[in-house]
């Protein structure tokens, strides 16, 4: 255990020296108000915001830049008015509900975020969308279904690395999260604090998160196997090892929303009835490529073949002449790599922050159950359908609540078919 130990420090301080450096952002101090426009995806640049306090003194008056935020600070805490001038918002556009005004409250040494969701306006005579009915219903409807494919997909790949880890040593790791937010971070570093372009930045951070991966399990899970630590065991210290890489990436990135050099704010481009920035388009596209090599390496190649061997039965696996911790240490640098390409491609839809992995770990845990545990073509069905559902329900529900919706379908799904759709019933107990 010692050994292992030692050699999770060495691992932990190789990943805060990838991570310090030029693209280090300190947390700053905050007391205010912050938000994000977007419309269809797209940042809102120009927008103005006006904050007043409760008795309708000035404070500040600013407008969104181009990633689509804007903060303002306040002296003290305590209840302020905010209002979004909707004259200012791009033509054909509106905030959902027609209310322009929130009143938020700020607490001392903490900025609340004040939302605002913006929607197409319906044409003179169309039905609005909230309406249920008219062409403006269909349109938004499969704007959502775009969006929800691309989230899907985005889901998918980091549930691929987690399926496939979940399947070969039946770890339910919870620091999966945490890989996410790795490979946005070093794309991050290697794309603004080195000056490097996007497109290598991301090439590299996902060889290195690769090579971190296979060092996880080579330095210190595969040490725990050989002790012979519990499945049980193993995931409640995945808990602690998550809640201590999200600080350690609060302590190197800063708890301020980043975005990348490049990419991040194009014009929309019109497919139909779609509206999206190419990048979203090359996105989905380099993602279905992913799975589809992903999958095709598991069915036909050799080592895919020994993976799923490992998967069904280990000890028969070794007896036939398979390496199993190979096998598994493949499959972890797998699974590294393919969750950085998951943040990364994450971190071009949204901006980047150090929770941005745990903040879709529950989608990916939810994907990953409903496909079928340990089974990665049911990681990538669940993920869709997850995707497609977050999204397509926020033409009834308010998109706060929009995976609440997705945790209720996963729940039924999960009563009439315990082992998920696509998972073997003898997986389950």
């Known amino acids: 255990m010692r050994r292992a130990v030692i050699a999770f420090t060495a691992f932990l301080g190789g990943l805060i020296f990838l991570l310090a450096g030029p693209a280090h952002a300190g947390p700053a101090d905050c007391q205010g108000l912050k938000g994000t426009l977007k419309l269809q995806g797209q940042p809102v640049n120009g927008a103005k915001i006006s904050v007043t306090t409760e008795s309708g003194q000035p404070v500040k008056e600013v407008t969104s830049n181009a990633q689509g935020t804007w903060d303002v600070q306040v002296d003290k805490p305590g209840k302020y008015k905010v209002t979004l001038d909707v004259g200012s918002l791009p033509q054909n556009s509106e905030v959902r509900g027609g209310t322009n005004v929130r009143t938020p409250t700020v607490y001392e040494g903490n900025c609340s975020t004040v939302l605002f969701a913006l929607q197409p306006k319906a044409a003179p005579g169309q039905a609005q969308p909230e309406e ?54 070093l794309a991050y570093a290697f794309n603004v604090g080195t000056g490097l372009h996007l497109i290598p930045a991301a090439v590299i951070a996902v060889i290195v998160a690769g090579g971190l991966g296979y060092l996880q399990d080579r330095l210190f899970w595969g040490q725990l196997r050989k002790r012979g630590t ?149 990681a990538l069905v669940g993920s869709l359908v ?39 019933r003898e997986r389950v107990g």
């Open 132 to 185: 249920g009915g008219g062409s403006s219903f269909w349109t938004r409807a499969a704007q959502l279904t775009f969006e929800g494919l691309n989230l899907g997909l985005i889901i998918a790949l980091a549930a691929l690395g987690l399926s496939l880890i979940y399947g070969t040593t039946g770890l339910t790791n919870f620091a999966h999260g945490e890989l996410v937010t790795l490979g946005a971070l």
């Open 230 to 378: 519990g499945t049980i065991a193993m995931m409640i210290i995945s808990i602690g090892v998550a809640i201590f890489l999200r600080y350690v990436f609060l302590i190197m990135f800063g708890g301020e929303n980043e975005s990348y050099a490049q990419y991040t704010a194009q014009p929309g481009i019109e497919v139909g009835p779609i509206s999206a920035a190419p990048k979203n388009f090359v996105a989905m596209g380099i993602e279905l490529s992913v799975l589809i090599i992903v999958g095709i390496a598991l069915l036909r190649t050799r080592t895919g073949k020994a993976a799923r061997a490992v998967a069904d039965n280990p000890a028969l696996a070794a007896s036939s002449g398979i390496n199993v911790d190979r096998v598994i240490r493949i499959i972890w640098t797998m699974g590294g790599a393919i969750a950085a390409l998951a943040g990364i491609m994450l971190g071009l839809s949204q901006n980047l922050k150090y929770t941005m992995g745990q903040d879709i770990l529950l989608l990916i845990f939810a994907g990953v159950t409903l496909g079928g545990l340990g089974t990665a073509f049911g």
């Open 386 to 424: 997850v995707g497609l559902f977050i999204q397509v329900s926020t033409l009834w529900v308010p998109p706060e609540l929009k995976s609440v919706g997705a945790l209720a379908v996963l729940i039924i799904v999960l009563l009439v078919r315990p082992q998920g759709i696509l998972g073997r």
